[in-house]
């Protein structure tokens, strides 16, 4: 398991406090933004980085991360961009967990042995492939391993008892569990739902768990802290990269992320 996710997590049990996990598109609004809003995500109550590499078809992504991505591969981002953003980011940041979050084709493409042996050169932590479920996953998950790179999984809403088995075998650093059903941005959350969904996980599962999907606003984002040992938050943050403009965008973003920091804490 990565030393930063578990160093993070156990940083916050101690402080009795939970993990704020912003998403962002790499390459959005450009290539030359993503580094600079990856500090500002930290400035601003960051625990857990999610950095989302470009893709053509996504399949979990609604329309608002599907554009970032669009416009990230406009402007030439692939995933070699990608980690050379993660090394320039921890020239300045050697402390705060960067989780990869995509889809299995770019990294086929590369290589597990070079993707996962490269991840490690520049300080990626974990490894979210939303298209390559557990049964799928046993290759890569060991070079994942053999370069101390966590495979993240998710779950939702729909899984069963004997997934959530698999998973908790094979999961390291934290499990995401997607809230609602649907893509990224879609819906209104269930907060009963997931209150009544979270003792079935922690059955089976002991890393922590992340809830994301669906959380849109500071009052979100408090509410579901209470369910869960980490916030997730995507689309929100994506949207309000999108609605800036590039002179302004990593100081709206900063906002927005303190708001949320501000709310969780109260939880």
Known sequence: MSKRIQAAFDRLKQQQRKALI????AGDPTPAATVPLLHALVEAGADVLELGVPFSDPMADGPTIQRASERALRLGVSL????????????????????????GNPIE?????VFAKRCAEVGVDGVLTVDF????????FEHLQRHNIAPIFLLAPTTNEAR???????????V???????VTGSGSIDLSAIEEKMPQLRKHIALPIGVGFGIRDAATAKAVAKLCDGVVVGSRIVQEIEDSGVQNVVENVGKL??????????A
């Open 109 to 113: 493409a590369m290589g597990w042995d």
């Open 164 to 174: 959530i088995e698999q998973v908790a075998k094979l999961a390291r650093g934290y």
């Open 257 to 266: 992320v303190k708001e949320l920091r501000q709310a969780i804490d109260k």
């Open 80 to 103: 070699r961009s990608v980690l050379a953003m993660v090394a320039e980011f921890r020239k300045q940041d050697t402390i705060t967990p960067v989780v990869l979050m995509g889809y």
């Open 133 to 140: 479920p557990p049964e799928e996953s046993h290759d890569a």
């Open 176 to 182: 995401y569990y997607v809230s609602l059903k649907g």
């Open 22 to 25: 912003p998403f962002i598109t």
